[in-house]
């Protein structure tokens, strides 16, 4: 395979927090625009577009706590990136850091806009949440598989320069 860049893990992943971004705002702008502040519309069994608030982090908590959701948010977002900045190369590494800045960048615009996130999808027994959650989410969870992947595994090339087993190089070797 050919190797990666840094300039190109930039650049992937600030393509991939730009489609977060929009998709986001967009999705967010089309429900308060479909649905009343505080009012709900079936979709279909088991889930509403509600067109709601959250001034806490997930599922409500730290409600009214803007400072302490800041600081937070803010360290995490500060180690994400000094943790992409120092492996920018990785394969696919730019995919979860792109939807986890992507994410919390668009919950950061509704908090600047509206003083809380605009959230609008709605299941039954789950806190209502919106795109940019789904996408920190899922991008928690691509970022924790891309991190450990070993050599030779989806997600991470080998070693460069690592001997090859068969030439009498360590197999375990990471």
């Known amino acids: 395979m050919a190797a990666h860049s840094r300039a190109g893990g ?21 429900a308060i625009s479909a649905v009343d502040r505080g009012e709900s519309v079936n979709v279909f069994l088991g889930l509403d ?16 706590r803007g400072a302490i959701v800041a600081v937070l948010v803010g360290v995490a977002l500060t180690a994400l990136v000094a943790y992409f900045a120092a492996n920018a190369q990785r394969p696919w ?3 979860p850091a792109g939807m986890l800045l992507g994410g919390a960048l668009g919950n950061l615009l509704d908090r600047i806009r509206e003083g809380a996130v605009i959230d609008f999808v709605d299941p039954i027994a789950w806190p209502a949440f919106n795109f940019a959650d789904a996408c ?12 450990e992947a070993r050599p030779g595994e989806p997600g991470r090339e080998p070693d460069q320069g690592a001997e090859p087993a068969a030439a009498g190089g360590d197999p375990d070797r990471r």
Do not use: E, H, P, S
Request: charged share 10%; proline share 0%; aromatic share 8%.
């Open 10 to 30: 930039w650049a992937r992943m600030a393509a991939a927090l730009a489609v977060v971004l929009a998709l986001d705002q967009i999705t967010k702008q089309i």
């Open 136 to 147: 920190i989410v899922v991008g928690v969870a691509v970022l924790l598989y891309v991190a």
């Open 93 to 95: 590494l730019w995919l």
């Open 49 to 64: 577009i509600t067109n709601t608030r959250n001034t806490g982090i997930a599922f409500g908590a730290l409600q009214g």
